[in-house]
T-cell receptor, first 113, second 114 residues
Framework: DAGVIQSPRHEVTEMGQEVTLRCKPISGHNSLFWYRQTMMRGLELLIYFNNNVPIDDSGMPEDRFSAKMPNASFSTLKIQPSEPRDSAVYFC???????????FGPGTRLLVL | AQTVTQSQPEMSVQEAETVTLSCTYDTSESDYYLFWYKQPPSRQMILVIRQEAYKQQNATENRFSVNFQKAAKSFSLKISDSQLGDAAMYFCAYRRTSGSRLTFGEGTQLTVNP
C-alpha cells in the first residue's frame, strides 16, 4: 500500500517566486496535515483538513501561505511570494480520521534564495 | 498550552546495547496520546510507537518499548539490541485525545557506534 506521496522532493527557487507543494494522502484517510520543520522552530503544524475542509489554519504563518484540498486524494500548499525565511522541510501527513495516528510523507525540502 | 521537552539533544550507544531516550510533557488534559517518531537522514518521519494515556501498560514494538509515567508526565523510549539502522533523530510527540494537532519535542539525535 502506498504511503503519503509528496512532490517535488526538492525545490530551489528565487525570492518572490510562487512555490506549490503537492500531497497525495493514503487512500481512505480523510484527515490531512501540513507541517513545517526548521532548525529554529522545529516541527510545527501549519494547517489540517478533515473531509477536505480546513479545520485549523492557525499555524499558517501569514497571507503568503495558502492551502487547498479540492478532493480526498490531493492537497496543495502554496507560497506566494516566497521569501528566504520560508526555506524548510515541508511535510504532509494523513490519518484515517482526525483522532488517529498520523503517517508522514517523505517531505519537500524547499530552499528560497 | 501543551509542551513537550526532550532534554537530550544527542545520545550515543554501542551496537547491540540498550539506550533510553527521555521525554517529558506538560498538559492539563487527562486523555491524550503520546508518540515516538524516528527521522533518519532521509528526513522521512516514521512512527515508532504510540501510547494511550488511559492505558497503564507500557507499549512495546519489537525492540522498542516505552516507560510511561503519567503522574510524572514522563514518556521515555528504550531501544534494546541497538542496530546501526536505529541511528536517527527521535521526536517525542503529544496529542490530545479530542484534538488533531501533534506537538513535538525538540528531538534527540541518536548515534549508534559499531
Amino acid at each position: 500500500d502506498a504511503g503519503v506521496i509528496q512532490s517535488p522532493r526538492h525545490e530551489v527557487t528565487e525570492m518572490g517566486q510562487e512555490v506549490t507543494l503537492r500531497c497525495k494522502p493514503i487512500s481512505g484517510h480523510n484527515s490531512l496535515f501540513w507541517y513545517r520543520q526548521t532548525m529554529m522552530r522545529g516541527l510545527e503544524l501549519l494547517i489540517y483538513f478533515n473531509n477536505n475542509v480546513p479545520i485549523d489554519d492557525s499555524g499558517m504563518p501569514e497571507d503568503r501561505f495558502s492551502a487547498k484540498m479540492p478532493n480526498a486524494s490531493f492537497s496543495t500548499l502554496k507560497i506566494q511570494p516566497s521569501e528566504p525565511r520560508d526555506s524548510a522541510v515541508y511535510f504532509c501527513a494523513s490519518s484515517l480520521n482526525r483522532a488517529e495516528t498520523q503517517y508522514f510523507g517523505p517531505g519537500t525540502r524547499l530552499l528560497v534564495l | 498550552a501543551q509542551t513537550v521537552t526532550q532534554s537530550q539533544p544527542e545520545m550515543s550507544v554501542q551496537e547491540a546495547e540498550t539506550v533510553t531516550l527521555s521525554c517529558t510533557y506538560d498538559t492539563s488534559e487527562s486523555d491524550y496520546y503520546l508518540f515516538w517518531y524516528k527521522q533518519p537522514p532521509s528526513r522521512q518521519m516514521i512512527l515508532v510507537i504510540r501510547q494511550e494515556a488511559y492505558k497503564q501498560q507500557n507499549a512495546t514494538e519489537n525492540r522498542f518499548s516505552v516507560n510511561f509515567q503519567k503522574a510524572a508526565k514522563s514518556f521515555s523510549l528504550k531501544i534494546s539490541d541497538s542496530q546501526l539502522g536505529d541511528a536517527a533523530m527521535y521526536f517525542c510527540a503529544y496529542r490530545r485525545t479530542s484534538g488533531s494537532r501533534l506537538t513535538f519535542g525538540e528531538g534527540t539525535q541518536l548515534t549508534v557506534n559499531p
